[in-house]
């Protein structure tokens, strides 16, 4: 059966390229990049030179990488880290009620410690609104966390207003970029970012290796205490295989696949629409290159990533790292969608080799199976497929 993968916000396969760079340093080059010896003194230059590949894609110094074991370390980092590292200024962090769970968790956490969240609203399209912003920082807020490209709807922020806003009151700002990196601008100075979050596994390198990117001068109280790796701020040896093919994806990325991208999620979305009763969740064309997310009336977001499944078609209801609650999307919610149609979402997400024959082939299983679910559902019936 022909089979059409189509989830990769959810992860990405490493591409030849990447696993290629890496085999050597499972095995031959294998040193520890800790050891003074000249295996580990090879594994050093290799890690440092990987440091400045990735830091020169978002105009970082070098100096102002830690690497970590992924986005979800790297984002409790940054939150945590500069909550402790700045109590005696203040305990109030802000973020948006879009944020990816481990951003929500994070601070959901930081509450039984005595910090306070603000949560900051999102119009039906995603975005915060930079006057809501200015009047929620105060003299005690210490940070502000905002997603750059959110994981389920795609919608892309305004970081460089957003990270303006937060300079000019004094406050730092952290943005996770682990959907938006390689995929549209990110420059630390031209935007005004503080610290960023950015990971492999969504760019075709490995699982289980990120960075989080710290501006020079600011200060983080570090997660995990050992032998003082990563400048001090995150000890463990070094995944150097895993931080090799992070540095091999970013210097393999390209323009030329986000176009691609680009106008074969235009033309899914298009094609998608024409079905009765669906609606394109996030903004139009401020949205992820590869990200296009429905709701489906009348049906059960669940059946239908079931259904396709069978049909051969893999999609998701929303971020892998929640798909399995049965709640409504915390980011459907907050824009505005009521729960009986936010329970009918699909997010299908392309790659760099996905083809236009594979669109095609997706929409009319879509189709099928929405039709199929709509007969069998007691709020649907033959009006509405």
Request: net charge positive; with cysteine.
């Amino acid at each position: 059966m022909k089979k059409v993968y189509l989830d990769y916000a959810a992860t990405t396969p490493v591409d030849k390229k990447v696993l290629k760079a890496m085999l050597p340093f499972f095995s031959n080059t294998f040193g520890n990049a800790s050891s003074l010896h000249s295996v580990g003194l090879k594994a050093k230059t290799t890690l440092e030179q990987a440091r400045k590949i990735i830091a020169k894609s978002i105009g970082a110094l070098p100096e102002e990488i830690i690497f970590t074991s992924g986005g979800t370390e790297s984002n409790n980092l940054a939150i945590k880290g500069i909550a402790f590292a700045n109590q005696k200024k203040g305990k109030h962090i802000i973020i948006s009620s879009i944020e990816h769970d481990c951003v929500l968790n994070s601070c959901n956490w930081l509450k039984t410690q005595g910090f306070e969240i603000t949560y900051l609203p999102v119009d039906k399209n995603g975005f915060i609104k930079i006057k809501e912003l200015e009047n929620a920082i105060r003299k005690d807020t210490i940070l502000v966390s905002i997603i750059h490209g959110n994981n389920e709807i795609g919608t892309i922020q305004d970081i460089k207003k957003i990270g303006k806003t937060c300079k000019t009151r004094g406050v730092y700002f952290h943005t996770d970029a682990c959907q938006s990196f390689t995929k549209t601008k990110l420059n630390v100075i031209q935007q005004n970012l503080d610290l960023v979050t950015i990971n492999s596994h969504k760019i075709y390198g490995p699982k289980g290796v990120g960075c989080l990117f710290v501006k020079k001068g600011i200060t983080i109280t570090p997660l995990l205490h050992g032998g003082g790796h990563e400048n001090g701020k995150r000890s463990g040896t070094e995944n150097i295989s895993g931080i090799v093919g992070f540095a091999k994806a970013v210097e393999i990325s390209n323009e030329k696949d986000i176009i691609k991208m680009e106008k074969l999620r235009d033309y899914l979305i298009k094609k998608v629409l024409k079905i009765p009763n669906t609606k394109l969740n996030g903004d139009s064309k401020k949205r992820l290159c590869n990200n296009a997310h429905f709701s489906f009336s009348f049906i059960e977001g669940e059946s239908l990533v079931l259904f396709l499944n069978q049909e051969g078609v893999m999609g998701s209801t929303g971020s892998a790292c929640s798909s399995n609650t049965l709640k409504a999307s915390h980011v459907i919610s907050a824009i505005g969608v009521p729960p009986e149609i936010s329970h009918g979402s699909l997010r299908l997400s392309l790659g760099k080799n996905t083809t236009k024959k594979e669109i095609d082939f997706t929409v009319n299983k879509i189709k099928k199976v929405v039709k199929k679910l709509r007969l069998m559902s007691p709020l649907g019936g033959e009006s509405n497929v």
